[in-house]
Structures are given as C-alpha cells and as structure tokens.
C-alpha cells in the first residue's frame, strides 16, 4: 500500500491536504475539517497530538513514532515534521501502514515464549547472547548461579566481572563465520561461590531469536574434575620437599618415587619402583636407565630427564605406558628439579603414579561422553524441529492443508538418518507426503487427535538401512526421544486443529453476546479511562430511570452520590495506575426520580495490545431492596462478622510414581478440611472415591507414560478443579514424581452452564417466533382476501350509486386491504428465510443479476434506470435467496431516487475468506444516524405517502445475509447515494453448518 500523506494547520487543526491512499480510508470531503473529527471521531484535539513536540519550546522535527488507530483498526509507523506550505509553517505527517507486521511480531513473541520454555527445561546453566554479547535470556539456573536480574547486562561482566568483551572470546569464532558450534573450559567466579568453579561451555548459533542471530550458551559445572586435578597437582608439589630421610614415607607412597642426580643414576628410590623393575632398592640405586631399559626407550626418557635439568622447570602429570609382563599399563609421572643452596640443579625428584585404573575409566567416560555429545546434538535436531513446528503452527494454523504441508518436508531431517527417511500426514481425509514416501517395516506412526477422537496419523518411515547404520536394534531403529518428538508433534498439529475449530464456534457465537449483554440481568456499560459512558444495556437504563440516549450524554460521576464518590475516584486511580486489576464496592447512584438507589457495583479494566487503558467493563446490581433490609436487621440485630482474608483458589501436590502424596500446599486445602499432615504419606485411592481415584490415575499413569503434561478436569468436596499433571525427572532423566496443580474452577463451570442454557433459550426463542410468523401471516390470508374481494366487488358494484365520501371510504378499505396483503406476504417470506430456504450449492451471481433486471424489468424501463457491473463471482449460497436479496437492494434504489434517472453499479470482489459485494445508487441518500433503523422490521424513514412499500425488505435482506453467515451494512450521506454493501463466507462447509 502507498503511504498515506496529509498536511494540516497547527493553529486549528483544518486539514490542508491529503493523498488518495489516505481518502481511501477516510472516505468523503475532508479538506478543511478537523483532522482528528475525520481520523480518529474525537471532538477535541487528540491527547497524543505532536503538534507541541513539533512547535513547542524544544522543537522536534522529525517526530518519529507508531500509533495504533482504533477507528480503522490499524497500526501505522508515521512521520510528522514541519515544512513550509504556502508561506507558512504547517504539520506534514507521512504514515506507513504496519498492520501486519505488528501482527508478525505478536506470532514471533508467542514462538520467542516457547522457545524460552524449551531452554527453562535444561538443567545446565543456559543463556541466549546478542552479537554484542547482550544477554537476550536466561533460565532459572543462571538466575541461582549469579542471582540477580541479568537479561540486558553483558555476558562478560556477568560471567567474567570484565568490562569490556574477553580478549579470546569464543563468540567471535560463531559470528565470524569460523565455527558452527565452539566448547572451551571456563574459570568463573560466581556470586554465591567462595572459591571460583571450572565449567564445560559449549557455544551454539540460533538463526532466529527475536528476530536475531543470537548464540546458545550452555554452562556445565566441571569443577569437581578439576578439583582432583589440582589435588594431585598439590600431592606432587608436597614430594619435593621430601628429603632423603624419609625412606619410611617414601616405601608407605602407593607409587614409584625416585631422585635422579645429573648423570641419570638412582641415588633414592622407594620399594614400588624396586618391585617394578624385580630387584631390591640397593640394587637400582645407582644405576642408570641405560642398565635397565633397552637403549632406544631408556635415551627417550633421559632427554626427558634433561629438559628438566637444563630449564630448572618441573614437568608434571607426563603420561607414559608401559608393556610388562602383566601387560599394558599406564603411568602418570611428574618430574621437579633438585637444587642446592645455591639454586642450582643438583638432581630431579620423580614420582610415577599407576593410573592404569583411572585411564580405563577416562577412557570409558570419553566413550560416554562422545555417546552423549551425539546425543545432544540428536536432541537439539529434535528441539530445532518441534520449534520450528510450532513457529509453522503459529502463521498456517488456520491454514491446515499448507501446514501439514510444511511439517511433512521438516519431519525427516530430525530423524538421526535424514537421508534415508521419509514421512506422510493423514488428516482428515488428505493426505501429505514426501516425495520418496514408502511404507516399509521400519515404521513409527502416532495419533493425531481432536477431544480423544482420531482424525488423522502420522508416519516416518526410514526406506533402508546402510552398512554404516548398523545397529543393535531390538523392535525398530527409532530411539526414544525420536519417538517423544513424533507425540509432540501429534499433540502440536491437535492443538492447531482444535484452536481452528474453536475459532469457527467464537465466531459463530459472537452475535449472539450482543444480545446477552442486551438481556442481561444486571446493568451493563463501557466506561472510558475519562469517565464517558460509550455504552450500556437496557437493564442498566432500567435500574437509574434514564433513557439510552440520555445516559449517553453524562457520565457516571453524573449520576453517584457525593458520599460514594471519593472512594469510587480513588479505586479507578488504583485500575489506571496498574496497582489493582478490578474492584466491586457498594455504591449509590441518583435515580432520574432523585430516589437513591443502592447497587453492588463491579468494574474491571480492558487494555489495549500495548497494555493502555482501552475502557472499563461496568456491572451494577440493583441491592435496593436487600439494603433497606439490612438497615431494618440493624436496628434489631447487633453481629459481627468477620471476613475471611486471602481466599484460596489452588493446591499443590507432589505425588511419587505409586501415586502417594509426597508434599501438599495451597489454602483451597483448608476449604475442602485437608492439611499437609493429613495427606502425606497416603494414597490417592485413600482420599478419592473409587471411581474418581481410578479416573484420577489413569491420567497420572499417562502423564508418567507419555512425559508430558496431561491436563483434565475433575470434582472433590462439592468444587470444581482444572488439574495440571506435570512430570518431575531425577538426575538420570528417570521420571518418578509427579507436580500436580488444581485451580478451583466451580465458579466458571456455573458460569458457563448459566451461558449454555442461555443460549439454548435463545434458539428455542428464535424458533417459537419463526413458527408464529409463519402461521400467523398464514392464517390471515384467508380472511383478509375475502375482505379484499367484498370491498373492491362493493366498489365496483355501487360506486355509482354512492356519494363521494362513500366511494372514497370505499377505496380506503381496498387501499388498507391491499397493503395488509402485501405486509402479510412480505411477512411470510421473512418467516421462511430460515425454515424454508433451499440448500446452498454454486450460484453464478451474474445470472442472479440478469434474473432481476427480467423481474423488475418494467420498473427499470419506466424509471429510465441504468444498471451496470463488473464481472461477479460464482458463490455457495440459496439460489432464490440471493435473487430476493438483490431485487430488494436494487428497486430500493430505483425506489428511492431524486429528479434524475438513477444510476446503478453493481461490484462484486474477494476478501480474505470471504465474497463482498456492493451496491451503489445516485439516490435520495441515508443520514448516518440511520443507518441501525433500517435494517429493522417496519422501520420507515418516510411517510408511507411518499414512498411504497412495507418497511420489510431492508430487514430480509438482513436476515438472507445472516442465514448465509455473512454480513449487512451501509455507506451513505444525504442527497449523495447511498452504497449497500453485503458479505457472504467462501467456506461451504460452514455455512452449511
């Protein structure tokens, strides 16, 4: 879209000009009007105006902001300078429509949130860093680790108290396109550590957070490995400070102990270096290992033996393996230098420790290791795939045929081997594949399902398995977490469906809360953040004595006792500084009488997407009568009563894998007369009944099966609970407890049954009124046509025998016998539009048109109208129907003309999921405040003298339009035409619903 342009004068607020995109949205003649009249329906200046930040004392120009315009319902990047028009200042405003990007940005926020979910999961210190090494997030254990508030803070001065980034960072390595992934060790020194920790960090790209390239880094504590490193680093330092005189000490060391002097002679040694080489210790010393290796081994460690000599530097932790008799064996050997007073090397001290044992065991963890890194980078494969469904989820997921598309192509490359795997999604009778798509025996397949019904499966298939895939396999090739992948995106694709479903139903129930608000038993109103009343229903009207138009007019400050005001001001204060969230008082309110009336009063505060104040939500019930009672209990009854503080709403539970309560919190405990005490350490099936207790575990058992949340409803103690069940893994990622989490939800459960049987009253009402509809207009007909044939026969028989006045008497009968005729046919068709309407199949509109101009053809010649359109749609609708629809719209405008011939066009166009149509005349036109009034039954803006008819066919056009689930309305200005426009949906599946 072109961006929209106006100019307008700062000193009244006239609009001076404006471009064509901008007069496509506000239609009509706005050059010289009040801008913020035209663009947003204020009647003053708009509270966010720029023209000070334009024209203040401290000037601003260019202004640069986003505003969301209610009226339109959009949002627009705009800006606003000042430039010289016509020898003046004046404001100049350039505004881009972002509309969708907003909306881009809300679907990216929610995938952000379920990003974070997934990283709050890790045990591991976790943070998501900015290229400049900004910390965009951080789970709960960084929280513990460093504790205190960290995203925005920079991950060098969180982690290395650095000011600046580090000299060697890793990160540079990722964002300089060097490495993939990067893994250092760390020294860091934490806030609640006395000494610093060693941690294992591993650095990772994610291509989108936030819309940015950020890095994954994930910290794991190494300390306690280092820990033993430098014990033995410690050990060793302590050696060289043993002298010649302790033989005892040395003999009692489980290793080879030795001192060396310059010309690689044994001058001590203790008894395990004697027992290794099968001599005694007065044998070996003062020999040289040229007497006891052979010359090529024993040269290779005496040049060893000479760095250490000739640097005066100690060589530590030297790795060495032995072949002896008994086989393979690994030495650690670490070699310091011996000096005199002088500090001069007199010889070296060695000591060689066995770690046979120890290099089998690092051995074995490195194989563990390794397993685990794969493993880990199978599982980030896995996450990358379930967020990128999720991400798929949250822009197609009222697009299911293009969704299960894009999983279908995703699936494969999470399995740990893509290049022979392939997958297909069968949902509700479609079917969506890869390519190479083949059922073989290495299958895994999963449910895809809606309320506990399934309506489509999930495969992977891997079509063969290569030499260097060979695997131990027991019944197929699939691990677990491939598994846990497929149920997660089951459950995601379910969740999709079910959200589109339910989308359908809000959209189908909207209409009908209008009219609960209307019939409601309390007053309802929408109170602005000013105090102005924008609306209210009857009841509300009802209880304070005022019309709807007179309350329109005021304010509730208007209409409350002075006494009640103060406290009424204070509470709404509290609602708009963000302090409470709603408040129900007690109040008092003037009737129109001047009586007072006592209300129990409930006001909740409605935000807008940016999280401003939007309006107030306002319910009063009339207590009139229960207040005068209570002041006449007063006067013969002193009580007290206290009032319970702090009402409970929930319970905790930890429950183990047998189902025995572990831990118990939560007030709502103390509703049902439980304690901690008195459940810990008793089953389920000890609190529950039988039949609830068995429902109970058949969910925790899924819970514990599936390792997912399994949410579901349940009643204890006369309430209500919405149960949450959450699996609690050990160290070795073993399931064994359960977080279980119930919300007392009696209230809402009364609720919506109050709404359901609401609704069913509804339909059963609009029925019961169809039906005597029908039979009423039915019944009449026969009488009033024996009027109609007696009245014009008396007419016709003796109009020349009568006088005037009888003649004329005469033709008011047949006149009023006419049009009782005509009211009670027009009445008969309202009354079948929904009971006797055809089945809605494809209706070419074109031939619908040419239909009409046949019928009306006589009115169009006669009027000299002139009919015109563009090419029209082929839509799912009621053939007939739509004939009516249109010969009403069309001879209401041949109807409704002025002098000159009317003109006539007619537009049909594609919206989004949806046909809109348009009717357009050179009429008589529509005052705005009008436009409601029309569309009611026998609603009439004229005298019947002037203009025909019964003041039904606006009315059936609506009710055609609203049994094809699509909509009515009007644009129009008087003595300018009017345009008719009318919607109908493209699903035909829901209209047929």
């Keep these: 879209m072109e961006q929209a342009v106006y100019i307008t004068d700062p000193n009244n607020y006239n609009i001076l000009y404006l471009n064509k995109t901008l007069q496509d949205l506000f239609p009509g003649d706005n050059i010289g009007k009040k ?24 000037p601003i120009s260019p202004y640069i902001w986003d505003f969301y ?75 513990d680790l460093f504790g205190e508030e960290l995203v925005g803070r920079y991950c060098y001065n969180i982690i290395k108290g650095n000011k600046k980034s580090c000299e060697k960072c890793p990160m540079e390595h990722i964002f300089g396109g060097e490495s993939c992934q990067v893994r250092v060790g760390k020294s860091i020194k934490t806030p609640k ?25 994930v910290l794991r504590d190494n300390t306690e490995n280092r820990k033993l490193s430098a014990d033995l680093q410690k050990s060793i330092g302590n050696y060289q400070h043993l002298s010649q005189e302790l033989e005892d000490i040395l003999d009692a060391i489980p290793g080879l102990v030795f001192y060396k002097d310059k010309n690689n002679r044994f001058i001590q040694v203790n008894k395990y270096i004697a027992d290794a080489h099968h001599i005694t210790k007065e044998q070996l010393i003062g020999k040289s290992l040229f007497e006891l290796y052979p010359r090529k081994e024993a040269q290779k460690y005496w040049e ?62 490195k194989k563990h290791r390794d397993h685990l890194d794969y493993l880990v980078k199978e599982r980030i494969k896995e996450l990358n795939c379930l967020y990128s469904t999720m991400e798929l989820i949250e822009i197609h997921h009222f697009d299911i045929d293009t969704l299960l598309s894009e999983i279908v192509k995703i699936l494969p490359e999470a399995l740990q081997f893509p290049s022979i795997a392939c997958a297909m999604i069968k949902c509700e009778n479609h079917t969506y594949e890869t390519k190479n798509f083949q059922k073989t025996q290495w299958c895994l397949t999963n449910d895809i399902k809606i309320k506990n019904y399934v309506v489509g499966k999930i495969y992977v298939c891997y079509l063969e398995l290569l030499d260097e895939h060979k695997y131990e396999y027991h019944d197929d090739p699939f691990l677990e977490e491939e598994k846990n992948l497929l149920r997660s995106i089951a459950h995601q694709i379910s969740r999709a469906l079910t959200r589109r479903k339910s989308q359908l139903t809000i959209e189908k129930t909207q ?74 008082m007690e109040k008092r309110y003037i009737h129109k009488r001047g009586s007072i009336v006592w209300v129990n009063l409930t006001i909740s505060l409605v935000k807008n997407t940016d999280g401003q104040p939007e309006y107030f939500i306002t319910v009063i019930e009339d207590i009139t009568k229960k207040k005068k009672m209570e002041e006449q209990i007063k006067k013969n009854e002193i009580l007290y009563r206290t009032i319970a503080e702090n009402l409970p709403n929930g319970i905790l539970h930890i429950i183990d894998s047998e189902f025995n309560y572990i831990y118990n919190a939560g007030k709502e ?140 008497f005469i033709e008011f009968a047949v006149d009023g016998a006419r049009r009782m005729q005509a009211l009670i046919n027009d009445l008969l068709i309202l009354s079948r539009v929904g009971t006797r309407g055809k089945p809605f199949r494809k209706t070419d509109m074109n031939i619908i048109l040419n239909h009409v101009k046949s019928n009306l053809y006589n009115l169009i010649k006669k009027s000299k109208t002139n009919i015109n359109s563009g090419p029209l749609p082929v839509i799912i609708a009621d053939e007939n ?41 050179n009429g008589i036109g529509i005052d705005p405040k009008y436009f409601e009034k029309i569309f009611i039954i026998f609603q009439r803006l004229h005298k019947k003298d002037d203009y025909g ?21 009007v644009e129009s200005k008087k003595d300018e035409g009017s345009i008719f426009y009318f919607s109908i949906p493209k699903n035909e599946k829901n209209i047929n619903k």
């Design 949 to 969: 008819g019964t003041g039904i066919g606006l009315a059936l056009c609506k009710k055609i339009v609203q049994r094809h689930h699509g909509k009515i309305w």
């Design 35 to 58: 801008c913020y009249k035209i663009f947003q329906g204020f009647d003053e200046p708009c509270p966010f105006c720029t023209n000070d930040k334009l024209f203040g004392k401290n």
């Design 669 to 808: 405990l103390e509703t049902l007369g439980l304690t901690n005490e008195m459940l810990v350490g008793k089953n389920i099936k000890d609190i529950l009944d039988p039949k609830a207790a068995q429902f109970v575990a058949s969910k925790y058992r899924e819970c514990l099966k599936m390792n997912e949340i399994v949410s579901f409803e349940g009643d204890f103690g006369g309430r209500s609970f919405m149960v949450n069940a959450i699996p609690l893994a050990d160290k070795l990622n073993k399931i064994h407890q359960l977080l279980v989490l119930s919300v007392d939800i009696t209230e809402r459960k009364k609720l919506e049954k109050k709404l359901q049987l609401l609704v069913n009253d509804l339909q059963r009402s609009n029925k019961e009124l169809e039906q005597f509809a029908y039979v009423a207009s039915h019944d009449l007909q026969e009488p009033l046509r024996m009027v109609a044939s007696f009245t014009q026969l008396l007419q016709k028989r003796y109009s020349d025998k009568l006088d005037t006045d009888a003649n004329e």
């Design 69 to 143: 315009n209610k009226k339109i319902d959009r949002w627009f990047h705009i800006t606003d300078q000042v430039i010289f028009w016509k020898g003046r200042k004046v404001r100049f405003e350039m505004a881009e429509d972002i509309t969708e990007k907003k909306k881009l940005q809300e679907k990216v926020k929610e995938s952000q949130q379920q990003l974070n979910s997934i990283l709050s999961s890790i045990k591991d210190t976790v943070f998501v860093i900015s290229p400049n090494h900004e910390i965009l997030y951080n789970n709960e254990t960084a929280h």
């Design 304 to 365: 060893d033996d000479l760095r250490v000599i000739e640097s005066g530097k100690a060589r530590l932790n030297i790795e060495e393996r032995w072949q002896t008799e008994e086989g393979t064996k690994w030495i650690n050997t670490s070699k310091i230098p011996y000096l005199d007073e002088e500090g001069n090397v007199k010889g070296i001290i060695g000591v060689s420790m066995d770690i046979t044992d120890k290099k089998k065991y690092e051995l074995e963890l």
């Design 511 to 584: 209409k009908k809360f209008r009219n609960t608000f209307e019939q409601a038993a309390v007053g309802i109103a929408h109170i602005s953040p000013k105090g102005k009343i924008l609306d209210l229903n009857q009841r509300f009207c009802d209880i304070i004595g005022y019309t709807k138009e007179e309350m329109l007019s005021k304010s509730l400050e208007d209409i409350t006792h002075k006494e009640d005001l103060e406290e009424d001001t204070h509470s709404v204060s509290l609602m708009l500084n963000g302090e409470i969230n709603t408040y129900s």
């Design 193 to 217: 550590s006395k000494d610093p920790k060693y941690f294992d960090v591993m650095f990772t790209p994610i291509k989108d957070y936030d819309g940015k390239f950020a890095i994954i880094e």
């Design 881 to 921: 129907q739509m004939i009516q629809l249109l010969q009403n719209l069309i001879s209401n405008a041949i109807k409704f003309k002025r002098d000159e011939p009317p003109q006539i066009y007619l537009h049909g166009e594609t919206l989004d999921d949806k046909w809109v149509f348009s009717v357009k005349d």
